[in-house]
């Protein structure tokens, strides 16, 4: 019994400093924008917190439900896309040889290494008119478009540059870019613990490559799946910076309104309602993931 306590006092000591940290820069921030959410605005720095659920009742109109509902449509179709493209990354990693994987690893992490406001103008700068993208599709149109006319095709007309950027495809694209790494390393995590005598018995009694991957990889990796696919569908969700710089005024998503009732409009009570609306719905996916979890240690 000493000892135990002697522990528990060892752990507490421990636990003390980071404990205090969280109370004092999240826990207690977090609480006061939550009460603003209560609030009304009497005047440009004076806050009324009156119970009030106005702010909540706004934030449900439906101008902002289907700004809500676009922010949910374009981080599930970015999710999809890192999951569909993160997949084969991670299966090629997790099956390469011990000399390549370390490098193929710093190839994921590498991103992280460059400031996300750097690598945010990078994109800019390839998916501008005169950018590096068009300027290889005209490249492309040039040097082919010559050749069609002598195997019996007409030649197509002057290359006229797309419109890659400030629309939703460029807002997907970059969400993507930035996303993929988080969908990456769950996946190589997961994978990378499965018994490899499970597919290599599934190949030998006859499956093919894609019914072992359907049957046996996928539902054996599903935590990782999971992790990934929340890992990668929260930050989306309520990215600010990559729809800012990247996106129209038709690509907007919920954490530019959200930035916009807190500078611009001066309005801190109805950006707290929505912050918060956004927040509850990352613990609803959190939870959902946890309880996946479960389900799959029970039938584990």
């Not at 917190?49 to 909540?56: A, E, H, K, R």
């Not at 999809?80 to 084969?88: A, D, N």
């Not at 290359?159 to 769950?186: D, K, Q, R, S, W």
Request: hydrophobic residues 55%; proline residues 6%; positive net charge.
């Amino acid at each position: 019994m000493e000892d135990w306590k002697r522990g528990r006092a060892m752990f507490a000591t421990v636990a003390a400093a980071p404990l205090t940290w969280l109370t004092l820069f999240f826990i207690i921030p977090m609480a006061v924008v939550w009460l603003y959410s209560f609030g009304t605005n009497r005047g440009l720095t004076d806050i009324d917190i009156s119970g009030t659920l106005v702010n909540y009742q706004r934030a449900l109109e439906p101008l902002y439900l289907g700004i809500f509902a676009k922010s949910l449509v374009v981080a599930g179709i970015t999710t999809v896309i890192c999951l569909v493209v993160g997949f084969p990354v991670a299966l090629a990693i997790v099956f390469s040889t011990d000399r390549w994987k370390p490098w193929l690893l710093l190839a994921i992490m590498l991103p992280f290494w460059t400031n996300l406001l750097i690598r945010t103008y990078a994109l800019m700068a390839v998916l501008r008119t005169e950018g590096y993208a068009n300027q290889s599709i005209g490249w492309l149109h040039d040097r082919f478009g010559s050749i069609m006319p002598l195997v019996g095709l007409p030649a197509p007309g002057a290359y006229e540059p797309m419109n890659l950027l400030y629309n939703n495809f460029a807002v997907i694209l970059g969400l993507v870019y930035v996303h993929l790494p988080f969908m990456v390393l769950p996946l190589y995590a997961a994978l990378d613990r499965l018994d490899r005598s499970l597919i290599e018995a599934s190949l030998d009694l006859g499956a093919g490559h894609i019914r072992t991957l359907l049957a046996i990889v996928a539902p054996l990796a599903a935590p990782g799946i999971i992790s990934g696919i929340i890992i990668t569908f929260v930050p989306a969700l309520g990215a600010y910076l990559t729809p800012d710089l990247l996106g129209g005024p038709d690509s907007q998503m919920i954490a530019n309104v959200i930035e916009r009732q807190f500078k611009r409009a001066n309005d801190w009570p109805f950006g707290a309602a929505l912050s918060f609306l956004l927040m509850y719905a990352t613990f609803i996916a959190i939870a959902f993931q946890a309880v996946k979890a479960k389900q799959a240690e029970r039938r584990g």
